[in-house]
């Protein structure tokens, strides 16, 4: 049952648009994480403020089970974020 909300839930347009790196709103990340409240799947948040060298970001790490998480890095305004790999 899990399986198929998960599933479900990953394939939506805002969770694609996460999947290609693609800018997204606050307003859109918090729909996302009200998806996620309301198909009971665990998840944790992290904010960055941005720098003038590193653009403000949120972390959304959703866990799947005990080992398996989802971690999306969204960019709130251009740049690299403080969560990206450095180069």
């Given at each position: 049952m899990f399986d198929t909300i998960i599933s479900?839930?990953?394939?939506?347009?805002?969770f694609r648009k996460m999947l290609n790196n693609e800018?997204?709103?606050?307003f859109?990340?918090?729909f996302i994480t009200s998806v996620l409240i309301n198909h009971n799947i665990p998840?944790?948040?992290?904010?960055?403020?941005g720098t003038r060298k590193d653009a403000a970001s949120l972390q959304l790490t959703i866990h799947i089970n005990p080992s398996v998480t989802m971690v999306f890095?969204?960019?709130?305004?251009?740049g690299s974020s403080v969560f990206s790999p450095s180069p």
């Open positions: 479900s839930v990953l394939s939506g347009t805002l800018q997204l709103t606050l859109e990340f918090n998840f944790d948040t992290s904010y960055a403020s890095v969204v960019n709130l305004e251009p």
